[in-house]
């Protein structure tokens, strides 16, 4: 499987600041995935990265409050803008893994507090 | 509307008293369905896929088993380092790609 990092493991932000969490593969992939793992609740698709495409969002996210890049196989940033407290989660990248491009493997995520 | 349920939501076992995870789905077709563990601070870890009724698959400990309308995730025997959040997602046909729905999780604590 493969080997991905995430950028940073934790950080505390104020109201009204943004931060870009990075997503690092050890191998080329076609697709890479943001979620998010707000307390207590499942984790959710936010959107779905491509290499070379714009990033297709889920039904309650957008591209002004979580823009999304991915520059090359590899790599893919995703920005929280505009935090409030509501935007405290976990924020994990995913990649597909096996030959049938079902299953998927995360990163360690990205714990925000937003005070 | 697709939806998990996994239960219960917390599970206490002492260290070989085997016990089973429950994973309940509803979608309009199953492409896939996935178990995961989740150690606190931690990204979730793959466990199993499963893509049709009947099958079965194992790891260590670990036996997961899949029906039409729900998945069962079967420890056997379980050992202290066992104790984890236990997710299961599933991949709908027809639903976005790469979207998957995940319940709320089993968090398993086995005392020795």
């Known amino acids: 499987s493969a080997v991905i990092s995430q950028k940073p493991s934790r950080d505390i932000c104020q109201r009204g600041t943004s931060l870009t969490i990075q997503c690092q593969v050890d191998?080329?992939?076609?697709?890479m995935f943001w979620y998010r793992q707000q307390p207590g609740q499942s984790l959710t698709l936010i959107a779905t990265?491509?290499?070379?495409?714009?990033?297709?969002?889920e039904s309650g996210f957008v591209i002004d409050k979580f823009p999304i890049s991915r520059p090359n196989l590899t790599f893919s940033t995703l920005t929280v803008s505009n935090m409030s407290p509501e935007d405290s989660s976990i924020y994990l990248c995913?990649?597909?893994?096996?030959?049938?491009?079902?299953?998927?493997?995360f990163g360690p995520g990205t714990r925000l507090l937003v005070l | 509307e697709d939806q998990v349920t996994q239960s219960p939501e917390a599970l206490r076992l002492q260290e070989g008293e085997s016990s089973s995870l429950n994973c309940s789905y509803t979608?309009?077709?199953?492409?896939?369905l996935f178990w995961y563990r989740q150690d606190p601070g931690k990204g979730p870890e793959f466990l199993f896929t499963?893509?049709?009724a009947g099958e079965e698959k194992e790891k260590e400990r670990l036996k997961a088993t899949l029906t039409k309308k729900e998945s069962f995730l079967h420890i056997t025997a379980p050992k202290p380092e066992d104790s984890a959040t236990y997710l299961c997602?599933?991949?709908?046909?027809?639903?976005?790609?790469?979207?998957?729905?995940f319940g709320k999780g089993t968090k398993l604590s086995v005392k020795p």
């Open positions: 997602a599933v991949q709908a046909i027809g639903g976005s790609q790469g979207n998957l729905i």
């Open positions: 499963l893509y049709s």
């Open positions: 979608v309009s077709g199953l492409r896939g």
């Open positions: 191998s080329q992939v076609t697709m």
């Open positions: 995913s990649v597909e893994g096996d030959r049938r491009g079902e299953t998927q493997y």
């Open positions: 990265a491509n290499q070379g495409s714009e990033a297709t969002y």
